[in-house]
């Protein structure tokens, strides 16, 4: 099968996400893959491609890691899936038991789906439940991060501000109260990135001090928006939304599908912070980036407020493949992973070292914003609204899978990153950034 052969199918027959798929007729490449293997993915021609996004920030360990290519295998020739409903199995007890263990005990039931957004809508009804169920019905509406972005589903639109998203389907939305970001990138002369975080959780405070009686709860990415274009900012915010959240009786819900899993430098972003949420959502690299899985980690006091004879005070949310026996061995292998190859003491020096490689970058006159956290780095470019795609289309020529967020140009790689393979990211980053803008 040929390049050719497999795009002319695929052209006829799958829509893509998040694409405008006329694109592909003229600006837009379409890159067929066949085979992954490490940080490479090959097209049916035998063109490689370094996968410098890890497949959309869901890639921890490579394609097609042995390890976790065991532990599927075993898991296949035992369980592949049952019904959660009655029935429980040893992978999802034990994922269970170990995300606890990672959160202190602090939160200590996990709640399964699918994907991302399935999970912020989750968090979302179990606030909005737990409020009803404790006799404070007003207590129905939610607050979220200008620029945020916490999923595609109509209820997970309701807390996103990112337009292009917002404004299509907005007559289906029930919108939340947005409240300005800690983003540091908006730091005026002799401001710090704490400072810029003080402002916001001030405009937070001012917004829950009016208006807490009928807050459910306020939802954020910890330390780095990611559809917002990669902003980052300071951990205090998270301290002050915490404290805040507290006086005012407010959920804190960390949506972590982005940046947990070690892409901020620690497994959970939150601990940077020294907090723990309310509610705690994870997926993209919890299975490794291996099959869809998201989970939800909630407090003893959220579980008890459900737990009843009565079945309409249960909590009413399902997904047939809820628990998913291979996804959760995959997200157990993935754990495994971490704790045996000290991967995010290994993560800092990767992280440095890409750093220290893409720091030139910082110097170009049509370049802003460089920074870093953990294992996501980016910068902003001075240029037209084409940027992007010409960018990704030269990327490509340069054997590297980046696609910019409008004019932002982002880098969040597997973590099997090696000295070579980093010379050889930012290398073809540099070539793709001139290219792009010649």
Same mark, same amino acid.
């Given at each position: 099968?040929?390049?050719?052969?497999?795009?002319?199918?695929?052209?006829?027959?799958?829509?893509?996400?998040?694409?405008?798929?006329?694109?592909?007729?003229?600006?837009?490449?379409?890159?067929?893959?066949?085979?992954?293997?490490?940080?490479?993915?090959?097209?049916?021609?035998?063109?490689?491609?370094?996968?410098?996004?890890?497949?959309?920030?869901?890639?921890?360990?490579?394609?097609?890691?042995?390890?976790?290519?065991? %532990?599927?295998?075993?898991?296949?020739?035992?369980?592949? !899936?049952?019904?959660? *409903?009655? +029935?429980?199995? #040893? =992978?999802? $007890? @034990?994922?269970?038991?170990?995300?606890?263990?990672?959160?202190?005990?602090?939160?200590?039931?996990?709640?399964?789906?699918?994907?991302?957004?399935?999970?912020?809508?989750?968090?979302?009804?179990?606030?909005?439940?737990?409020?009803?169920?404790?006799?404070?019905?007003?207590?129905?509406?939610?607050?979220?991060?200008?620029?945020?972005?916490?999923?595609?589903?109509?209820?997970?639109?309701?807390?996103?501000?990112?337009?292009?998203?917002?404004?299509?389907?907005?007559?289906?939305?029930?919108?939340?109260?947005?409240?300005?970001?800690?983003?540091?990138?908006?730091?005026?002369?002799?401001?710090?990135?704490?400072?810029?975080?003080?402002?916001?959780? %001030?405009?937070?405070?001012?917004?829950?001090?009016?208006? !807490?009686?009928?807050? *459910?709860? +306020?939802?954020? #990415? =910890?330390? $780095? @928006?990611?559809?917002?274009?990669?902003?980052?900012?300071?951990?205090?915010?998270?301290?002050?939304?915490?404290?805040?959240?507290?006086?005012?009786?407010?959920?804190?819900?960390?949506?972590?599908?982005?940046?947990?899993?070690?892409?901020?430098?620690?497994?959970?972003?939150?601990?940077?912070?020294?907090?723990?949420?309310?509610?705690?959502?994870?997926?993209?690299?919890?299975?490794?980036?291996?099959?869809?899985?998201?989970?939800?980690?909630?407090?003893?006091?959220?579980?008890?407020?459900?737990?009843?004879?009565?079945?309409?005070?249960?909590?009413?949310?399902?997904?047939?493949?809820?628990?998913?026996?291979?996804?959760?061995?995959?997200?157990? %292998?993935?754990?495994?992973?971490?704790?045996?190859?000290?991967?995010?003491?290994?993560?800092?020096?990767?992280?440095?070292?890409?750093?220290?490689?893409?720091?030139?970058?910082?110097?170009?006159?049509?370049?802003?914003?460089?920074?870093?956290?953990?294992?996501?780095?980016?910068?902003?470019?001075?240029?037209?609204?084409?940027?992007?795609?010409?960018?990704?289309?030269?990327?490509?020529?340069?054997?590297?899978?980046?696609?910019?967020?409008?004019?932002?140009?982002?880098?969040?790689?597997?973590?099997?990153?090696?000295?070579?393979?980093?010379?050889?990211?930012?290398?073809?980053?540099?070539?793709?950034?001139?290219?792009?803008?010649?």
């Amino acid at each position: 099968m040929s390049n050719a052969d497999l795009l002319r199918r695929s052209l006829a027959a799958v829509w893509h996400p998040c694409t405008q798929m006329k694109q592909h007729e003229h600006d837009l490449p379409l890159v067929p893959v066949v085979r992954g293997e490490g940080l490479w993915l090959y097209d049916a021609d035998g063109r490689r491609y370094l996968d410098g996004i890890s497949s959309w920030w869901v890639n921890l360990f490579g394609h097609c890691n042995p390890r976790i290519n065991a %532990a599927l295998a075993d898991q296949l020739g035992k369980l592949e !899936h049952v019904i959660l *409903a009655g +029935f429980t199995h #040893e =992978p999802v $007890v @034990q994922l269970s038991e170990r995300l606890s263990a990672l959160t202190g005990g602090a939160l200590g039931h996990c709640f399964y789906a699918s994907d991302g957004a399935s999970a912020t809508e989750i968090a979302l009804k179990m606030s909005f439940h737990f409020w009803q169920n404790s006799g404070r019905p007003q207590k129905r509406e939610f607050v979220a991060l200008q620029g945020g972005y916490h999923g595609e589903t109509v209820g997970a639109l309701a807390v996103t501000d990112v337009a292009i998203f917002r404004d299509a389907y907005a007559p289906l939305i029930r919108a939340a109260h947005v409240v300005p970001s800690p983003d540091a990138r908006q730091a005026a002369d002799g401001e710090s990135a704490a400072d810029v975080a003080r402002r916001a959780g %001030a405009a937070l405070e001012s917004f829950l001090a009016a208006n !807490h009686e009928r807050i *459910a709860a +306020f939802i954020v #990415e =910890p330390l $780095v @928006q990611g559809a917002a274009g990669m902003a980052m900012h300071d951990p205090e915010y998270l301290r002050l939304a915490r404290a805040l959240c507290d006086r005012y009786e407010v959920h804190l819900i960390c949506d972590e599908i982005a940046v947990g899993c070690g892409r901020s430098g620690t497994f959970f972003a939150h601990e940077q912070a020294g907090i723990r949420p309310d509610f705690l959502c994870l997926s993209k690299g919890i299975s490794g980036g291996y099959l869809p899985l998201s989970v939800v980690l909630t407090t003893d006091q959220v579980y008890a407020a459900f737990y009843d004879d009565a079945t309409v005070r249960g909590f009413l949310h399902s997904h047939s493949y809820t628990g998913n026996a291979l996804a959760c061995r995959a997200a157990l %292998a993935t754990l495994d992973i971490f704790a045996e190859d000290d991967v995010l003491v290994q993560n800092q020096a990767r992280g440095d070292t890409l750093e220290r490689l893409l720091r030139p970058l910082a110097d170009h006159p049509q370049v802003r914003h460089f920074r870093r956290r953990g294992m996501i780095l980016a910068f902003d470019v001075d240029a037209d609204a084409g940027f992007g795609r010409r960018f990704y289309r030269e990327a490509l020529a340069c054997e590297l899978l980046l696609r910019p967020m409008g004019n932002t140009v982002y880098f969040m790689p597997p973590y099997i990153l090696g000295d070579e393979d980093a010379a050889f990211l930012a290398a073809g980053a540099a070539a793709a950034l001139e290219a792009a803008l010649a």
